[in-house]
């Protein structure tokens, strides 16, 4: 018989002829102790969406320039980084010096990382907001690399737009990569398992929602592709499973840093909430970056702003669970986040509802469809 050396290879077995056999089998996955007892925490967020994607325009309002900076959707810690680049060139371009104080209105992930950006760039910072995590949406959130996640719908996804986003999103990946590493780990990969009844099978949209565009398919190549596991090879109880490779945000972690990197650099962070644009005019600063996310409908009445409710759970952390889950039929995504097991699961109506208040119900009920899996 040929000696083969059998490789595991992104979790499928190779065999590579004329080599020593030396074979490793692949361990199996640690359970996940998903039971409702265990739920620590649950947190409800606000996804700001346009159907025209982010807005990131300058504006002269009451005698200062105000650069918008907000509509993110689900994709606001996917793309910060790169957005923040383009909210920084406007700045640029509106004549503020390297050396001035800027004034940066929010503290998510689009404040912070504005805010990190433009001290990079020279600049000094000063952020106003209403709330600092983890009184923010961007505390919410599940942690995922999504930045095709409702940012944009299919209508106004057309090729300039598109292209834009592009530009946007790989900016961002490339800074994310920076923040990997680190003690606290604000960025890790992990590896994921996908599961279905039937892949084939088109999901059901989700009550109101409008169509949303293919992006991912443009920057297929920033992750490994996603491998197809025959029975045996894991041990989930569904037809169908496919392990990715997947980018994930710690993001206690990574808000902690951004708001210590904010500091050491000499940033001030100041609690105000502002009730209408002319309350920019009572600033010291020239120039004021507008990252209010879904508070700006309020604060410019922006109607293109739609409000897109998201809830979150955490389990006690179980750092043997190293992977995480997307059970798409069941609506249900699970990480492995160092803070505790993340799971997320979206509600019958969160497109258009702005309650603030948790379901517990909601969570349980997502808790109780994972624990079916083990
Ligand atoms: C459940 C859920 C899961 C998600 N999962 C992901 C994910 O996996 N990956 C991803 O990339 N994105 C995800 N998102 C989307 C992401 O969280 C948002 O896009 C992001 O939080 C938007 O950030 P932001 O800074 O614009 O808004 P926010 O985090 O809401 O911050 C807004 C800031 O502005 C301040 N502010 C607002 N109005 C005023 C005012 N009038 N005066 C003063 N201050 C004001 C607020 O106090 C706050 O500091 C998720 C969202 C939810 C809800």
Request: net charge positive; glycine share 10%.
């Amino acid at each position: 018989m040929q000696r083969r050396q059998l490789l595991l290879a992104g979790g499928a077995l190779c065999a590579l002829p004329g080599h020593a056999l030396d074979f490793a089998p692949p361990r199996a996955p640690a359970a996940m102790r998903a039971s409702v007892d265990r739920i620590i925490d649950i947190a409800v967020g606000i996804r700001p969406f346009r159907a025209q994607g982010p807005r990131i325009e300058a504006q002269r309002l009451h005698g200062r320039t105000v650069v918008h900076h907000y509509g993110h959707g689900g994709s606001g810690w996917s793309l910060s980084w790169g957005s923040a680049q383009r909210a920084l060139a406007l700045v640029q371009a509106g004549g503020a010096k390297p050396g001035e104080r800027i004034a940066v209105i929010g503290c998510g992930a689009i404040g912070l990382t504005t805010a990190r950006t433009a001290q990079q760039a020279g600049y000094r910072v000063r952020l106003y907001a209403k709330d600092r995590p983890p009184q923010v949406t961007s505390s919410a959130a599940t942690g995922l690399w999504t930045p095709d996640s409702r940012i944009v719908t299919r209508e106004h996804a057309g090729e300039a737009w598109s292209a834009g986003w592009e530009a946007m999103a790989r900016a961002s990946f490339k800074v994310h990569q920076s923040y990997l590493g680190l003690p606290s780990g604000p960025v890790e990969w992990h590896d994921g398992y996908l599961l279905a009844d039937d892949f084939d099978t088109p999901l059901p949209s989700h009550a109101g929602e409008p169509d949303y565009p293919d992006l991912a398919s443009r920057i297929a190549d920033l992750r490994p592709r996603g491998v197809a596991l025959a029975a045996g090879e894991h041990p989930f109880r569904t037809p169908q499973v496919r392990r990715f490779t997947q980018l994930v945000f710690n993001i206690p972690a990574y808000q902690r840093l951004l708001l210590d990197d904010f500091a050491r650099d000499g940033g001030e962070l100041v609690q105000r909430v502002f009730h209408r644009a002319s309350d920019f005019a009572h600033l010291p600063e020239r120039t004021v970056v507008n990252c209010s996310g879904d508070g700006a409908r309020r604060l410019l009445a922006d109607t293109t702003l739609t409000p897109v409710r998201g809830q979150t759970a955490r389990l006690i952390p179980q750092p043997e669970v190293d992977y995480a889950l997307i059970w798409r039929s069941h609506n249900l995504v699970v990480l492995p986040r160092r803070d505790g097991l993340l799971v997320a699961a979206m509600g019958g109506d969160d497109f258009g509802n702005d309650d603030p208040r948790p379901d517990r119900a909601q969570s349980e009920a997502a808790v109780q469809r994972l624990a079916g899996l083990f």
